[in-house]
C-alpha cells in the first residue's frame, strides 16, 4: 500500500499559452493526456491536463466531447488555458506501479554489495523519500513523503498491524489481491490524520 503524508503545495497549475505550438511534448496513451517532455512554470512530465479553459475534462476529452489534444493543436485555439496536475491513480496504474518497485526491489536485493541485504528501505530523490518495509511473508508496504517526514518506520509498521488485523483475518480477502476492506481504510485514513496533525504541531513549534 502507498500513502503520501504531505501533499504537493499546489497540486494544480493554471497556464494560459498565447499561440501554437505549446512548450510540452504531451501524449494520450494512459487515457488522459499528460505531460511526457518539456516544463513550463510547475509543470512538469507526469502532469495531467484536467481543464481546458477551466472547463473540467474527463479522459481524453472536454465536457463538449472535444478532444482535448485537437483543441492544443489547433492554432485557432489559442490563447488557450490549460489546467495541469496529479490525477488519481487507478486500480491498473497501482497494480503497475506496485509491480514495478517489486521488480527494482528484488534487484537491488540481488545487486546489493551487503551479503543477504533486505532489498530497498529508503530510497531519496531531490523531491520526495520513498520507505518501504517488508514483512516476513514478503508483502511490501511503502509510502512516500516529503524530506520532512519523520517516523516513517513506526508508521509503516503501524499500518502492518491494521492490515493483519482487518485484512488477514477477513475472511473474504483473497490473497495478494488489491485491498477493499473499508475498516482498513477507515482505521488508516485515522493514522493518516494522527501523524499529518503531530507533523503540523511539531513545525508549528520549530517556526
Not at 498565447?18 to 511534448?25: A, K, N, Q, R
Not at 509543470?43 to 484536467?50: C, L, R
Not at 489534444?69 to 491498473?92: M, V
Not at 511473508?137 to 513506526?154: A, P, R
Amino acid at each position: 500500500t502507498a500513502s503520501s503524508i504531505h501533499p504537493p503545495n499546489k497540486p494544480e497549475e493554471e497556464i494560459t499559452f498565447p499561440s501554437h505550438p505549446i512548450p510540452l511534448v504531451l501524449t494520450a496513451d494512459t487515457g488522459k493526456v499528460l505531460v511526457k517532455f518539456g516544463a513550463s512554470g510547475n509543470v512538469k512530465p507526469g502532469m495531467s491536463v484536467i481543464a481546458v479553459n477551466r472547463q473540467p475534462v474527463t479522459g481524453l476529452y472536454t465536457g463538449n466531447d472535444q478532444a482535448i489534444l485537437e483543441i492544443i493543436n489547433d492554432p485557432a485555439s489559442y490563447p488557450l488555458s490549460l489546467t495541469f496536475g496529479r490525477t488519481k491513480a487507478s486500480a491498473n496504474e497501482k497494480l503497475m506501479l506496485a509491480s514495478i518497485f517489486h521488480s527494482l526491489f528484488a534487484i537491488a536485493a540481488k545487486i546489493s554489495p551487503v551479503e543477504q541485504s533486505s532489498g530497498i528501505k529508503e530510497l531519496r530523490t531531490e523531491k520526495f523519500t520513498l520507505n518501504c518495509f517488508q514483512t516476513i511473508t514478503g508483502v511490501k508496504f511503502f509510502m512516500i513523503v516529503d524530506h520532512k517526514q519523520t517516523g516513517c518506520d513506526h508508521l509503516l509498521h503501524r499500518i502492518y498491524e491494521l492490515y493483519t488485523d482487518y485484512v488477514l483475518k477477513n475472511p473474504f480477502y483473497p490473497i495478494d489481491m488489491p485491498i477493499r476492506c473499508e475498516l482498513f481504510d477507515q482505521n488508516l485514513r485515522k493514522v493518516i490524520e494522527q501523524v499529518e496533525r503531530t507533523t503540523a504541531y511539531n513545525s508549528e513549534r520549530l517556526s
